[in-house]
């Protein structure tokens, strides 16, 4: 109330634009359900009720603990200790966020009743046994693990899965089941790495049944018909095509599954997928084709560093198109005053010529606070916002810090004259031209930032060699590292070095030389040109450009030329507007 107030009053002076900025906030209950140890315990608990209701009441009559709900109870417990166990030493990230139990516990929850609705739809359209374990949906839990939270997550899906369905088949068929369920989980965890394409998604159930149908023949299941006992010989045939058909069919449909309920999840869950980054990465997003129009230095800017934080990503095993999507939007704030950097002013004035260096530097540094608001008002992934508030980190915006102490020297320099009184000096604070930070917390947005500081340095490079462009990448890299930009990350040094290689491979790439082409005495480009005519088997060559007599004088005809494309210098290194 007071603070609302304050503010009306600072409107109503001229101080103020009546305008807040957004803010991410998070109910004190919502911090609870996301990371409370109350809730994962509640979780595992309601897990180890659902598996053993399911093995007491949804169980084969001839399963392996059938009427015996104690036993039951107890090696459910057992199986959902060790897998805590195995979560807590090697996935401990995983228990302290209540949204990854959630959901593995729910696929695999979720994979025991698609089962047993498998079994029941064999029982009810088959006759026998013959399709039970075929139509089994082993890589229900294994696909959707594997693209919400990766292969290690996947792996457990898989494992446990198969523990937790090996107590609701027949006994006698236990064996069997385990190592259908094994087989076709690991495939799945196999192929859904890093699918960027749903329709890749696809394929790989496809090659999930046929592995399904592999182990079928393997154990007998399916049969060949030389060494089957149905007579005739056809319906044996016939038998076997059905069965590898709907092996085949069935992870298929899996798959497509898995695929439809991916948007409800990454929606409820707020995870998104390499098929959802795919997307994102789409150039036709609203601010995107704003910053084409209003800032296009810096769209040319974050295009680049795309490249360069990509490659990197992919040489380190990071996730390369996250690191791209990113790279799009890391600089949006710089659309609420593109005419204050650099990349954007081109041979125009500069405003910051009229402006003092800390208030040069304020505007500068606010880019990324803007950045966050636009980012929040559009509704952007969250990933997205934190590389945008950690691109710069706490780094300092070196230009206007050194013109402030010039400023300074200046100043003093004129009080020892006489001409200025000493209290006019005006006061450097280096924490004034630092941004907020945070510093940068994941790998994927360390590699954006030190992409960013390279890619803008590296424009001012003038005839860059391979040797300028592994000093200058050596240089800002041990910068960042000396000022403890990557202390919060899980960079290594071993990383580190394969990122700078990779920046190295890219930038030169981009920054190859041109070949000077020689000029005519008319000053034009001396151009040779060959035609061939088919006149008597003979080629007839013109070596010289076209000559004609205008008024008394020679005139060459000269080819049109494409001007040089002027390329503006470093944030930290160039006259205004460093970001």
């Known amino acids: 109330m007071f603070e609302f107030f304050s503010q009306l009053r600072l409107k ?77 030493i090697h996935l401990p990230d995983t228990l302290r966020r209540n949204s990854r139990v959630t959901l593995l516990v729910t696929s695999i929850v979720g994979q025991l009743l ?19 374990f075929l139509v089994a949906p082993y890589a229900f839990a294994p696909m959707l693990m594997a693209l919400l939270l990766g292969r290690n997550h996947a792996t457990y899906a898989a494992i446990y899965a198969s523990l937790f369905g090996a107590l609701l088949v027949q006994g006698s068929q236990a064996y069997s089941f385990l190592i259908f369920s094994l087989v076709a989980g690991f495939v799945a965890v196999y192929l859904t790495h890093k699918v960027r394409r749903r329709g890749r998604l696809m394929t790989a159930g496809g090659y999930v049944g046929f592995a399904v149908v592999a182990v079928g023949f393997t154990l007998g299941v399916i049969q060949w018909p030389a060494f089957s006992q149905i007579e005739p010989v056809s319906e044996a045939w016939d038998l076997m095509g059905r069965q590898a058909l709907a092996a085949i069919l069935v992870s298929t449909f899996t798959a497509i599954i898995v695929g439809g ?37 810096t769209y040319h800017h974050s295009l ?27 600089d949006i704030g710089k659309l609420h005053k593109p ?78 004259e006489g001409k200025e009184r000493a209290e006019d000096v005006p006061d450097v604070d280096i924490e004034g031209f630092r941004y907020p930070g945070p510093k940068p917390q994941t790998r994927e947005s360390a590699i954006i930032s030190i992409a960013d500081a390279v890619e803008s340095a590296s424009r001012c490079l003038q005839k860059p060699t391979p040797q300028k ?24 040094l071993k990383d580190l070095a394969t990122i700078k290689a990779s920046f190295y491979s890219t930038l030169r790439s981009m920054l190859h030389n041109r070949i000077s082409y020689p000029k005519a005495e008319g000053g034009g480009i001396e151009i040779e040109s060959a ?36 390329v503006s210098p470093s944030k930290d290194h160039r006259p205004a507007g460093a970001a």
């Open 304 to 330: 680049v560093v795309a490249n360069l934080a990509e490659a990197a990503a992919e040489a380190v095993g990071a996730n390369a198109t996250l690191c791209r999507v990113c790279s799009y939007f890391h």
């Open 261 to 297: 309920l991916l948007p409800l999840i990454e929606a409820a869950f707020r995870i998104t997928t390499d098929i959802s980054w795919i997307e994102l990465a789409d150039l036709n997003h609203p601010l995107l084709k704003r910053m084409t129009i209003e800032a296009p230095g």
């Open 114 to 132: 698609l089962m047993k609705f498998s079994g029941y739809l064999a029982e009810t359209f088959a006759q026998g046994d013959d399709f039970r």
């Open 12 to 88: 109503q002076k001229g101080f103020s634009s009546g305008k807040k900025r957004r803010k991410q906030r998070e109910h004190p209950f919502f911090r609870l359900l996301r990371e409370g140890r109350v809730i994962c315990l509640l979780l595992f608990s309601l897990f180890i009720a659902a598996i053993t209701f399911m093995a007491l009441y949804l169980a084969n009559p001839l399963s392996v603990f059938a009427g015996q709900p104690a036993k039951t109870a107890v090696v459910v417990l057992v199986l959902t200790i060790t897998l805590v166990i195995q979560l807590r």
């Open 469 to 492: 462009i592994e000093q200058l990448i050596d240089e800002l890299t041990r910068s960042r590292l000396r000022e403890g930009q990557f202390d919060e990350c899980p960079l290594t």
């Open 531 to 566: 035609r061939k005519e088919s006149k008597g088997g003979k080629t007839k060559t013109k070596s010289k450009p076209k000559e004609t007599e205008t008024k008394g004088e020679i005139e060459t005809a000269k080819p049109a030329s494409t001007p040089d494309i002027p």
């Open 339 to 416: 005419e204050y950097f650099i990349e954007n002013i081109g041979d125009g004035e500069n405003p910051h010529d009229d402006l003092t260096p800390t208030m040069s530097a304020l505007i500068v540094i606010a880019h990324v606070k803007d950045g966050v608001d636009l980012a929040l008002k559009h509704k952007l992934n969250k990933e997205i916002i934190a590389v945008i508030r950690e691109h710069h980190g706490t780094s300092l915006v070196q230009y206007f810090y050194h013109r402030a102490l010039k400023l300074k020297e200046d100043f003093e320099e004129l009080v020892r």
